[in-house]
């Protein structure tokens, strides 16, 4: 092969090797930027979730001695849709759990937290309760009533 077909060789490869590596890296972009999407639209759709049940928990509360009402409970008034049956409580990628507790007074009060199912696919925690009526988050560990309030 003359030197001419050797070069053209040399360019080829290097554009080629060249083209894979910038390809490479717009996959990988693509991918994170895939991941950070679904993780924000398991995200909104967890908090209009926690709303869902609050509002369903109040209309509980009015018409039941001022008690609150566990998922089971809610599930067969029919103010939940059937995505919150089963045990655990799964929607959305979250695991959701909701505690009910009597008070002093005969009411009750609740309180509801959701999980990421996975740890590993990220996600941030969050927590809501009958007394305080925000949701508030944690993107380390499970949230509590200390945690802020979540800004969305």
Request: charged share 20%; hydrophobic share 40%.
């Amino acid at each position: 092969m003359n030197k001419r077909g050797q070069k053209i060789v040399i360019v080829v490869g290097v554009v080629g090797v060249c083209g894979l590596f910038a390809l490479g890296s717009l996959v990988g972009a693509a991918v994170v930027g895939y991941r950070a999407v679904m993780r924000a639209g398991a995200e909104a759709a967890t908090v209009q979730n926690l709303k869902t049940i609050a509002a369903v928990e109040a209309h509980y509360f009015i018409g039941h001695d001022r008690t609150y009402a566990t998922f089971d409970q809610l599930l067969s008034e029919k103010g939940l849709s059937s995505k919150f049956g089963g045990h655990p409580v799964r929607a959305d990628d979250y695991v959701f759990n909701l505690t009910v507790s009597p008070k002093a007074d005969g009411s009750s009060w609740y309180k509801l937290t959701a999980d990421p199912v996975s740890e590993s696919g990220g996600g941030r925690h969050f927590y809501f309760d009958s007394d305080d009526g925000q949701v508030r988050v944690n993107a380390d560990r499970q949230a509590g009533p200390t945690d802020p309030v979540n800004p969305d």
